[in-house]
Nanobody, 120 residues
Framework: QVQLVESGGGSVQVGGSLTLSCVASGDTIGRYCMGWFRQIPDREREGVAIIEREGSTIYTDSVKGRFTISRDNAKNTVYLHMNSLKPEDTAVYYC???????????????WGQGTQVTVS
C-alpha cells in the first residue's frame, strides 16, 4: 500500500510559477511510474505529466515547455514544476502511482488527495 500526499498548491497570478510536491510512504516510488493529473468540476481527470522509473518523461501538449516533472527516489518524492501559468491551468492536481506509462487514470493504483491550483 502506497500513501501519496501532495502539497504546494495555491493561488498565483497569470505567468507565475508553482512547484507541487508528492511525498510517498509505504513503498518506494522507484518501483512505479508516477504521474500528475488534474481535474476541474464536471470534467474527466486529465493526465498532465508522467515520469517513468528510469526517468523518461512525457507531457500533455498544453503544458509542454511550461511544466517539468521530476522525481527524487531518495526522498521518495515527485515534483511538478509549473511555469508561465495560465488561467486554464486552474484545477485540482493529483499525484498517482502506477505500473504502466499511460494517461489513462484507471491504470493508476494509488492516488493522493489532491491540491488546488488557482491561476488568475
Amino acid at each position: 500500500q502506497v500513501q501519496l500526499v501532495e502539497s504546494g498548491g495555491g493561488s498565483v497570478q497569470v505567468g507565475g510559477s508553482l512547484t507541487l510536491s508528492c511525498v510517498a510512504s509505504g513503498d518506494t516510488i522507484g518501483r512505479y511510474c508516477m504521474g500528475w493529473f488534474r481535474q476541474i468540476p464536471d470534467r474527466e481527470r486529465e493526465g498532465v505529466a508522467i515520469i517513468e522509473r528510469e526517468g523518461s518523461t512525457i507531457y500533455t501538449d498544453s503544458v509542454k515547455g511550461r511544466f517539468t516533472i521530476s522525481r527524487d527516489n531518495a526522498k521518495n518524492t515527485v515534483y511538478l514544476h509549473m511555469n508561465s501559468l495560465k488561467p486554464e491551468d486552474t484545477a485540482v492536481y493529483y499525484c498517482a502511482a502506477g505500473l504502466r506509462r499511460t494517461y489513462d487514470p484507471y491504470e493508476y493504483i494509488y492516488w493522493g488527495q489532491g491540491t488546488q491550483v488557482t491561476v488568475s
